[in-house]
């Protein structure tokens, strides 16, 4: 089998293995979808927001409008290279009775794209990433090591998109990744 087929059946292969994991990550929370967690090719980012947003039940995918265009050029502009695997940590109102569950889905799917990265974006995500790593509460600015990944919080990422002081704000907080 020449390189290249080989290459292309490789990828396959790990598109396959990624749905699996999701779909099981995805099953450990009760509930309607509002928006789906949308799965790049290719991801060293999770991107983590506590609750789904009229926007993203539009668009189909958690940062799936103007905070999505933003996260990915803010990551651009720190020189985080590919597309972040994004999802919301409480999908449904009944992840909200689910906490543990929460953690659960929020440590599986981290692992499932082999995100080096965990941004969670708002007040609700930090909590339920810092279940999922068994981590204390995560300020917002302050990287976490660990091993195989990095978490960061930010203040309210797309909130902040519509001040312009918030905004700089979530900026500092997320070029602590460069700094760290």
Request: net charge negative; aromatic share 4%.
């Amino acid at each position: 089998m020449p390189a290249e087929e080989e290459h292309v059946g490789a990828a396959h292969l790990w598109q396959a293995k990624l749905a699996a994991e999701v779909k099981r990550a995805e099953s450990l929370v009760p509930g309607r979808r509002r928006a789906a967690s949308s799965a790049p090719a290719y991801s060293a980012v999770l991107a983590v927001k506590g609750h789904p947003t009229e926007a993203d039940a539009v668009a189909g995918r958690v940062f799936g409008g103007k905070d999505g265009e933003a996260l990915r050029k803010a990551l651009a502009a720190l020189g985080v290279e590919g597309d972040p695997f994004c999802m919301a940590s409480r999908p449904s109102a009944e992840a909200e009775e689910h906490p543990d569950a929460v953690a659960r889905r929020v440590r599986e799917l981290a692992e499932a794209v082999e995100a080096e990265l965990v941004l969670a974006l708002d007040a609700v995500a930090a909590g339920d990433v810092a279940a999922a790593f068994g981590t204390e509460a995560l300020k917002p600015g302050v990287p976490v090591h660990l091993p195989g990944h990095i978490l960061l919080a930010t203040d309210d990422f797309s909130a902040a998109l519509v001040d312009e002081a918030a905004k700089r704000v979530v900026w500092r907080q997320m070029k602590a990744l460069v700094r760290s």
